[in-house]
């Protein structure tokens, strides 16, 4: 025989033995050029059976603990379907291929059902990354395992919802969401309501969403909510930046033990989305597992309907063993800048406290819109107008908070830097210590004299 054919024989008999043997993490590759036939081994066409798949999904059963699977670039028109398990140990890993961009594209016309993702990732301990999920007839992404990582995807232009989780224990970090939940373009609710940008819902919980922007969809911007398919609790919101979402950029929906902090939440007029753009809303939905010792701290919110906002609907609910602290509330546009709903009279609070805020409303909208506060203590607020009485607490500051409001104000251009306090803010120092929270925004510690406001003056860029 000739030496060569002897040669890649046994080549690929080694890379036979190599890659079948267990324990022995493998890299295997897709491309649209690729061939389902071929062993996936390989990034482009080798010769024989030595080439990349042509199909995700083949890729994606083809996997095992440990193993990765790199996607070429270019546009994949397939509904995908990651069932796979990884382990703590040793993850299963999918990724676009370095240096190219993937798009996975359903052209409206998949998946089959109108509230299926085009992508789901149903296996535990799954790393998914560089990706762009776009024109589902359904929703973008979805995650029923637990410990799955969502890194640097891009979600657009989805019929339901971009992200959403369902599984424990996850990550989304690093994504682009916007133009989601087209079902609701123009607010028609195609379907009967609105999805999210991102969501932990339904299940998912001691899940963290962080490091993000959604922005443009038409539902909610970032959430986390129960329902009757399961419970989501102990969340994680963290340094994302929500804008110009129809409904809420924040929301927080029958969610116990879950925290909202350092994010950058805002409105800008006459967006593609306008509608009723609250920023923070924390309500009750459904009647039972309701709201229940959440954190809503370090956050800056201008512009929207209300910047923050609790409603309930069912008797009992209301605020409860919540702490809304250090956030930094500026110009409502629509209504009040904080408002506290009444319940339909049925509201009941307890042990909420609200604190070291700045209120700042410049323009002739009121300042509070709140009633049934009893179980509320409101103390060390900064206030630029007179609040309603029922809001108003102990050590409380009325005056200019001297924001800084550098910087351009635009749609995706508003920077942290707009909301830090000046040297002579009357916040200085005005606020309470609390062993909840150590630091400011920008991470520098708050000191036995904080100020109010997400900002400690003098830290921070």
Not at 235 to 244: A, E, K, P, R, Y
Not at 288 to 317: A, E, K, L
Not at 410 to 425: H, M, N, Q, V
């Amino acid at each position: 025989m000739d030496p060569k054919r002897w040669f890649i024989l046994g080549l690929n008999f080694a890379l036979f033995f190599i890659y079948s043997s267990p324990g022995i993490p493998a890299n295997y590759y897709v491309a649209t050029n690729g061939n389902d036939l071929y062993n996936g081994l390989w990034p482009t066409y080798q010769g024989g059976c030595n080439g990349p798949f042509k199909t995700i999904n083949k890729g994606a059963n083809t996997l095992g603990a440990g193993d990765s699977l790199f996607i070429r670039g270019g546009t994949y028109h397939q509904t995908v379907s990651f069932g796979k398990s990884g382990k703590k140990a040793a993850p299963i890993t999918i990724a676009g291929y370095s240096g190219e961009k993937v798009i996975i594209d359903g052209e409206y016309v998949i998946p089959t059902g109108p509230y299926d993702p085009l992508v789901h990732v149903g296996g535990n301990y799954v790393t998914l990354r560089d990706l762009t999920i776009i024109r589902s007839k359904g929703g973008g992404l979805e995650a029923t395992g637990n410990y799955v990582r969502i890194i640097n995807v891009w979600i657009q232009k989805n019929r339901e919802q971009g992200i959403l989780i369902r599984g424990g224990y996850c990550l989304v970090d690093q994504c682009d969401v916007y133009s989601n939940a087209l079902s609701n373009y123009d607010a028609a609710k195609g379907r009967g309501g609105w999805a999210p940008g991102i969501t932990v819902c339904q299940g998912g919980h001691h899940s963290t969403v962080q490091n993000s922007r959604s922005w443009d969809n038409w539902g909610e911007g970032i959430s986390s909510w129960s329902g009757a398919a399961g419970i989501s609790d102990y969340n994680l919101i963290q340094n994302n930046i929500s804008f110009n979402n129809y409904s809420n950029q924040i929301y927080l929906s029958n969610t116990q033990y879950s925290t909202v902090q350092k994010n950058i939440i805002y409105v800008t007029p006459k967006n593609p989305c306008s509608g009723n753009q609250r920023g923070i809303e924390y309500g009750d939905e459904k009647p039972h597992h309701p709201n229940d010792g959440n954190r809503i701290i370090n956050n800056f919110v201008m512009g929207c309907d209300y910047n923050f906002s609790w409603w309930g609907g069912f008797p009992g609910n209301g605020l409860k063993n919540s702490l809304i602290a250090f956030n930094t509330f500026v110009n409502a546009q629509r209504r009040a800048n904080f408002r506290i709903d009444d319940g339909k009279g049925t509201a009941v609070h307890d042990g909420c406290r609200i604190m070291n805020n700045i209120f700042l409303q410049e323009n002739a909208l009121p300042i509070t819109e709140v009633s049934f506060v009893n179980g509320i203590k409101f103390s060390n607020n900064l206030w630029s107008k007179i609040p309603l009485p029922a809001a108003r607490g102990t050590e409380d500051v009325l005056g200019d908070a001297q924001l800084r409001k550098s910087g351009p104000t635009d749609a995706g251009s508003l920077t942290p830097e707009y909301f830090k306090i000046r040297a002579f803010s009357p916040g200085r120092g005005k606020g309470k210590p609390l062993v909840e929270v150590n630091d400011d925004f920008f991470g520098s510690p708050r000191g036995i004299s904080p100020d109010v406001g997400g900002h400690q003056y003098g830290g921070g860029s």
